[in-house]
């Protein structure tokens, strides 16, 4: 059964074509998810990306509704892929993008009546459709730009490493999207808490979580029964996931046949930590297409996620598609998705003690573990499909049509 978010009431409208409604995003993201969506539910008139056509086009998206600016990322991905570049060469590029990108969106916005912005894209464009009398949504992935750096320039201390900030352009945009919009959408709680922790009125703020692809996203295996404990990690290895935590109560974890498996691409910068810390019993993978994922997820007893920041973590929802109990910090937006207990476990960011005692309570009770597994499962599908998404969306968007008009 699908359920919508309770602070939201959605209403059909009585004419669908009294609803026009534009996306800009940067590469997939959730928008083609709700791009898609939003044209079943008669809605779409344009999706813009930074996709070149030929990644961007998808069959349950019409490509006449689809508008793509690759240049300037195009050029970015090539400067990455030569040997010897570094990444902090790439802030004027990521500057040149975002000033270039949200221009462009807005000399190509057609006649609608709501935008919605991921963040850093649509600041010209939401005040264009403001101006013209219509909605501008800013969706924001994470937590608060500004709360965002300084939570990543302290991590990055402790470990003896400098974190390049975002360039001063990038959060002044960001910073005046936020002003501009008419709502601010996040994925969870904890991103809503550093909107506010930054002044911005918690009214102004929506939580929508994320939904998951149930077809894509299904049990297509099981976990071993002859007594291993395989733990598993998906997502990039670093210090914003809270990769070393994890591998500190990993190597304290005792265990006679623990396994953990790490699904994710390793950036240069964490490499002189992953030396310093044991990798007994630690299998990576690297990045693998995203089908094959639940490859992994059906055959794992626990997915673990001890990150220091994010939005919400799509990799969560998907694991309970697949049975999966997931044991996160709040600050991957868990507590929006599953309860303490039932289907998972919410620890403590930045805890490896509290990591141990997870894992040594699901390794010691397999009939527990039953338990979360079959309740994850049944959470996955209460928290619906993209569909779901969509309807929460659109009752954000109605709830602020509502608010011009008074």
Same mark, same amino acid.
């Given at each position: 059964?699908?359920?919508?978010?309770?602070?939201?009431?959605?209403?059909?409208?009585?004419?669908?074509s009294?609803?026009?409604?534009?996306?800009?995003?940067?590469?997939?993201?959730?928008?083609?998810?709700?791009?898609?969506? &939003?044209?079943?539910?008669?809605?779409?008139?344009?999706?813009?990306?930074?996709?070149?056509p #030929?990644?961007?086009?998808?069959?349950?998206?019409? $490509?006449? $509704?689809?508008f793509?600016?690759?240049?300037v990322?195009?050029?970015?991905?090539?400067?990455?892929?030569?040997?010897?570049? =570094?990444?902090? #060469?790439?802030?004027?590029f990521?500057v040149?993008?975002?000033?270039?990108?949200?221009?462009?969106v807005?000399?190509?916005?057609? %006649?609608?009546?709501v935008f919605? !912005?991921?963040?850093?894209? !649509?600041?010209?464009?939401?005040? &264009?459709?403001?101006?013209?009398g219509?909605?501008?949504?800013c969706?924001?992935?994470?937590?608060?730009?500004?709360?965002?750096?300084?939570?990543?320039?302290?991590?990055?201390?402790? #470990?003896g490493?400098?974190?390049?900030?975002?360039?001063?352009f990038?959060?002044?945009?960001?910073?005046?999207?936020?002003?501009?919009?008419?709502?601010?959408?996040?994925?969870?709680?904890?991103?809503?808490?550093t909107?506010?922790?930054? !002044?911005?009125?918690a009214?102004?703020?929506?939580?929508?979580?994320?939904?998951?692809n149930? %077809?894509? @996203?299904?049990?297509?295996?099981?976990?071993p029964?002859?007594?291993?404990?395989?733990?598993? @990690?998906?997502g990039?290895?670093?210090?914003? $996931? !809270?990769?070393?935590?994890?591998l500190?109560? @990993?190597?304290?974890?005792?265990h006679?046949?623990?396994?953990?498996?790490i699904?994710?691409?390793v950036?240069?910068?964490?490499?002189?930590?992953?030396?310093q810390?044991?990798?007994?019993?630690?299998?990576?993978v690297?990045?693998?297409?995203?089908?094959?994922?639940?490859?992994?997820?059906?055959?794992?007893?626990?997915?673990v996620?001890?990150?220091?920041?994010?939005?919400?973590?799509?990799?969560?929802?998907?694991?309970?598609?697949?049975?999966?109990?997931v044991?996160?910090?709040?600050?991957t937006g868990?507590?929006?998705? @599953?309860?303490?207990?039932?289907?998972g476990?919410v620890i403590?960011? =930045?805890?490896?003690?509290? &990591?141990v005692?997870?894992?040594?309570? &699901?390794a010691a009770?397999?009939?527990?573990r039953?338990?979360?597994?079959?309740?994850?499962s049944?959470?996955?599908?209460?928290?619906?499909? #993209?569909?779901?998404?969509?309807?929460?969306?659109?009752?954000?968007?109605?709830?602020a049509?509502?608010r011009?008009?008074?």
């Amino acid at each position: 059964m699908k359920k919508v978010n309770s602070e939201l009431a959605f209403t059909e409208p009585s004419s669908k074509s009294k609803l026009r409604i534009c996306q800009a995003t940067w590469v997939r993201f959730h928008h083609f998810d709700l791009a898609h969506e &939003l044209h079943e539910m008669g809605y779409l008139e344009r999706i813009f990306t930074c996709l070149p056509p #030929w990644f961007a086009n998808r069959e349950d998206v019409p $490509k006449e $509704k689809i508008f793509c600016n690759y240049l300037v990322q195009g050029i970015r991905r090539i400067l990455w892929q030569l040997p010897g570049f =570094r990444r902090q #060469w790439d802030a004027p590029f990521a500057v040149l993008e975002t000033a270039t990108y949200g221009r462009w969106v807005a000399r190509k916005l057609p %006649e609608c009546d709501v935008f919605i !912005g991921i963040s850093g894209s !649509g600041l010209h464009a939401g005040r &264009l459709i403001r101006k013209r009398g219509g909605v501008y949504i800013c969706d924001r992935c994470s937590s608060h730009i500004r709360a965002q750096n300084d939570n990543l320039v302290q991590e990055y201390a402790r #470990w003896g490493l400098q974190f390049r900030r975002d360039a001063d352009f990038l959060i002044r945009n960001e910073e005046a999207e936020y002003a501009e919009a008419d709502v601010i959408t996040v994925p969870a709680r904890f991103a809503k808490a550093t909107f506010v922790s930054q !002044g911005i009125s918690a009214d102004k703020i929506r939580v929508v979580p994320y939904g998951v692809n149930l %077809e894509e @996203f299904h049990p297509v295996g099981s976990p071993p029964e002859d007594g291993t404990f395989r733990l598993l @990690f998906v997502g990039q290895v670093s210090l914003r $996931k !809270g990769i070393p935590y994890l591998l500190e109560a @990993f190597s304290k974890f005792k265990h006679p046949k623990k396994e953990m498996v790490i699904v994710g691409g390793v950036p240069p910068e964490i490499i002189p930590i992953l030396k310093q810390l044991s990798m007994e019993k630690i299998r990576m993978v690297g990045v693998v297409p995203r089908r094959e994922v639940k490859d992994f997820m059906s055959t794992s007893h626990a997915l673990v996620l001890p990150s220091i920041e994010e939005g919400l973590a799509l990799v969560q929802a998907q694991a309970l598609a697949c049975g999966l109990p997931v044991i996160a910090t709040p600050n991957t937006g868990s507590e929006d998705l @599953f309860t303490h207990g039932v289907e998972g476990l919410v620890i403590p960011a =930045r805890n490896p003690t509290a &990591l141990v005692e997870a894992f040594e309570s &699901l390794a010691a009770s397999p009939a527990h573990r039953s338990e979360l597994a079959r309740n994850a499962s049944l959470r996955a599908h209460e928290i619906g499909g #993209w569909t779901t998404y969509a309807i929460n969306i659109v009752a954000v968007i109605q709830e602020a049509i509502e608010r011009r008009k008074q």
